[in-house]
């Protein structure tokens, strides 16, 4: 299957696609309404609940817009690189789940995978009253410091 047809195929099958498709894919993030699938042996995931997949793109434009000097973007219509958009997705969450815990001592340093970030998001609409008043400068410190795991050479 030829790169085209693959993503005609792909749009095709997955009307509602994931948002955090890439960090869900990587087992960084997961959602209970991530479905997995694959078409031509390769991996995607489809959002079961359009609602959760119209705030996680609200999230991710917000985290977007606010990220633009920690990614060193300027181009908000562009598509990121994968690493910039796995460093928005994955620190923009771990970033947000521990202004949630109240960003202390106690929250941890934010790492771990995110076992669910449709709750995640639901959590931090009702502390905050809506995604927009979250505390971004905390949770910009978060995807700046978030890191993209090297890959592994392989052996010959």
Known sequence: MDQDEFRQTYREVNAVYCAFEKSVLTNECGCTH?????IAEREGVHCNRESSQQRCLLWLELLREQARFALRTE???R????????RLQVGGMRGLRRSIQGG?????DGAGAIDDVDDLLARAESQFGALEAAPFSDIMRAVAAYQVRKRSRRRR
């Open 75 to 77: 181009d908000e219509k």
């Open 34 to 38: 991530a479905e997995r699938f694959c």
């Open 79 to 86: 598509l990121l690189p994968h690493g910039k958009a796995i």
């Open 104 to 108: 202390g001592e106690h929250a941890g």
